[in-house]
T-cell receptor, first 117, second 115 residues
Framework: AQKVTQAQTEISVVEKEDVTLDCVYE???????LFWYKQPPSGELVFLIR??????QNEISGRYSWNFQKSTSSFNFTITASQVVDSAVYFC??????????????FGSGTQLTVLP | KAGVTQTPRYLIKTRGQQVTLSCSPI?????VSWYQQTPGQGLQFLFE???????NKGNFPGRFSGRQFSNSRSEMNVSTLELGDSALYLC??????????????FGPGTRLTVL
């Protein structure tokens, strides 16, 4: 069985602070995919990033960066110089072929990030 | 490209009724998946359709069903509604092949309230 754990239920930071959202996953598969999605109050899930299990290179996109470590089964997400518009619920997700489809996402419970002005 | 669209955005039904939700994927996307989001259970996979065939199904009762049309549009149906079916239903579409085939793009969702 697959599992994604986001231990941080809520995080509150002041604007311009850096913040890291933690994600720990469990899977028996050697080939799998990890994702981060953002859900603003409007409800739509916004795709942020996908990583496959063979690519451990960290990635940076503007103020966003992701740290993928297979040794600790973690895929953490850092927002640098946070802004009020970053306030949202962030979900980490996992998929693999053995779960039935590479498109069947197993989501974590989400982290509510609030950035205060 | 236009994003994933879902209709209606809001729906109120009573117990025992049935409901049909609609999803139009991004142009060119042939895979459509459905998810249910509730405060208690979080985001859970319902099913995936490709080429008018259900390819994968999550752990939901038979009251939840879906279908896909030849233009890749999809509908899901919930029969004999229960209070616990109140949720945000999200549809996602993705390409079938290529480097981005596992990237799913979500619609705004349909908020279903069962009274």
């Amino acid at each position: 069985a697959q599992k994604v754990t986001q231990a941080q239920t809520e995080i509150s930071v002041v604007e311009k602070e850096d913040v890291t959202l933690d994600c720990v996953y469990e899977t028996r598969d050697t080939t799998y995919y990890l994702f981060w999605y953002k859900q603003p109050p409007s409800g739509e899930l916004v795709f942020l990033i996908r990583r496959n299990s063979f690519d451990e290179q960290n990635e940076i996109s503007g103020r966003y960066s992701w740290n993928f470590q297979k040794s600790t089964s973690s895929f953490n997400f850092t927002i640098t110089a946070s802004q009020v518009v970053d306030s949202a619920v962030y979900f980490c997700a996992l998929s693999s072929i053995s779960s039935g489809s590479a498109r069947q996402l197993t989501f974590g419970s989400g982290t509510q990030l609030t950035v205060l002005p | 490209k236009a994003g994933v669209t879902q209709t209606p955005r809001y729906l109120i039904k009573t117990r025992g009724q049935q409901v049909t939700l609609s999803c139009s994927p991004i142009s060119g996307h042939r895979s459509v998946s459905w998810y249910q989001q509730t405060p208690g259970q979080g985001l859970q996979f319902l099913f995936e359709y490709f080429s008018e065939t259900q390819r994968n199904k999550g752990n939901f009762p038979g009251r939840f069903s879906g279908r896909q049309f030849s233009n890749s549009r999809s509908e899901m149906n919930v029969s004999t509604l229960e209070l616990g079916d109140s949720a945000l239903y999200l549809c996602a579409s993705s390409e079938e092949q290529g480097a981005r085939s596992n990237e799913q793009f979500f619609g705004p969702g349909t908020r279903l309230t069962v009274l």
